[in-house]
Structures are given as C-alpha cells and as structure tokens.
C-alpha cells in the first residue's frame, strides 16, 4: 500500500529554529516562503511565529502546493523537540493524493531541507509498507481469509462470510499490536493490494 511519506527532524527548540530560518532565507528552489501565510498559521493555532512556515511551490508540476511546516516543543525535555509537515495543499488540485503529496514532499526535502542538514538526519515513514507489516499476524491471517473466501460483490451476506469478518474484527480489537489499524488502511489495502475497485465502492460504508 502506498501512505504518506511523514517526515520529522529531532533535535534542541533552538537548532530547529535556527533550521527553520535558514529554510526560509533559502531563495534558489522551487519553493519560497511566504511571510504572510505563515503568519495566518500562527495567530490562528496560537503559535509563535518562529515556530511556524508556509512554503509556497513556484511550479505547476509541484501543483503549487503549500507545504506547512511546524516545530512542536517540549518543554520538558527539550532534545524531544521536533520538526515536521502538519499538512500540504495545493490551490490547483482539490486532492493532492498520495502520489502527489509525496511527490511535494520529495522535492521538498531535496529543494529545500537537505541544503541546510545531511539526509541521514532527516526521519522517514516508507512510502510503500505492507499490511502484515502493521498488524499482528494472527490478525492479518483472520482479515485475508474473509477477503480471499468472501464473495466481493456482497462480502457480509453469507453467516461463514459474517463470521470470518467479526474474527478479524475481534482480533484486531483485543491485540495490542493493532493499534494502527484503521479504516483508512483497510480500504487502501482492499483498493490497491487486493484490487476490490468497483466491489469496494458498493460495500465501503459496510466496512
């Protein structure tokens, strides 16, 4: 399954900072800061403004997107403090979607954020990850019997069909390991891993 590509940089409120203002001075990118979005974002979320970004793209490939950058601090124990993207989007495209928001984000980090720091410090969630590789086997196993023995059309309508789908559910709801599972990720494993297309459209508010 394709996600989002979640990115974070660790380190001191004052380094982060201090890397925020260098990605703002950057001028040769595809990317400029724009003062007065990110000012909006600040007195809206009731943040300072050192601690807030929004970098417009200059291109119609990048979809003119805007990337949201926010630097969260912790007060307790500062070298927990982080960088990261609470969002992107863009004012020619409704849904970037996942390719096109990772897309932003690729060049983002190769544009923009590696001129300032070294790749290796730079945190990346995949791009591609698999479904067994977020929840417990057991789960998996119950959740890929209902979907390979249901029939797709109206996959709750048989009681064995029913039954294989609350073992999963029941799995999935006491096994710690499970916590991450999410209809969200269930319909992308569904669309794209299984190819349900046209089949998932009819029972999706079921699921």
Same mark, same amino acid.
């Given at each position: 399954?394709?996600?989002?590509i979640?990115?974070t940089?660790?380190?001191s409120?004052?380094?982060?900072?201090?890397?925020?203002?260098?990605?703002k @001075?950057?001028?040769?990118?595809?990317f400029?800061?724009?003062?007065?979005?990110?000012?909006?974002?600040?007195?809206?979320?009731?943040?300072?403004?050192?601690?807030?970004?929004?970098f417009?793209?200059?291109?119609?490939?990048?979809?003119?997107?805007?990337?949201?950058?926010?630097?969260?601090?912790?007060?307790?124990?500062?070298?927990?403090?982080?960088?990261?993207?609470?969002?992107?989007?863009?004012?020619?495209?409704?849904?970037?979607?996942?390719d096109?928001?990772?897309?932003?984000?690729?060049?983002?980090?190769?544009?923009?954020i590696?001129k300032h720091?070294?790749?290796?410090?730079?945190?990346?969630?995949?791009e591609?990850?698999?479904?067994?590789?977020?929840?417990?086997?057991?789960?998996?196993?119950?959740?890929?019997?209902?979907?390979?023995?249901?029939?797709?059309?109206?996959?709750?309508?048989?009681?064995?069909d029913?039954?294989?789908?609350?073992?999963?559910?029941?799995? @999935?709801?006491?096994?710690?390991?499970?916590?991450?599972?999410?209809?969200?990720?269930?319909e992308?494993?569904?669309?794209?891993?299984?190819?349900?297309?046209t089949?998932?459209?009819?029972?999706?508010?079921?699921?």
């Amino acid at each position: 399954m394709k996600r989002l590509i979640n990115l974070t940089i660790k380190g001191s409120a004052e380094y982060l900072i201090q890397l925020l203002n260098k990605m703002k @001075a950057e001028d040769n990118s595809d990317f400029g800061y724009n003062e007065e979005l990110s000012n909006g974002m600040a007195l809206s979320d009731f943040i300072p403004i050192e601690c807030v970004a929004c970098f417009v793209a200059k291109t119609k490939q990048l979809f003119h997107s805007k990337v949201y950058i926010l630097i969260n601090i912790d007060e307790e124990k500062d070298t927990n403090s982080y960088l990261w993207i609470p969002n992107i989007v863009s004012s020619d495209v409704d849904d970037l979607e996942k390719d096109g928001y990772n897309k932003v984000v690729k060049a983002f980090i190769s544009q923009v954020i590696t001129k300032h720091i070294s790749r290796d410090k730079i945190l990346l969630t995949e791009e591609e990850v698999q479904l067994s590789d977020i929840i417990s086997k057991k789960t998996y196993e119950r959740l890929e019997t209902w979907e390979r023995t249901s029939d797709h059309n109206s996959p709750f309508s048989h009681p064995l069909d029913r039954n294989k789908w609350m073992a999963f559910i029941c799995s @999935a709801f006491i096994n710690e390991d499970d916590k991450k599972m999410n209809s969200g990720i269930l319909e992308d494993w569904l669309r794209e891993d299984k190819e349900w297309g046209t089949y998932l459209n009819n029972i999706i508010d079921k699921v």
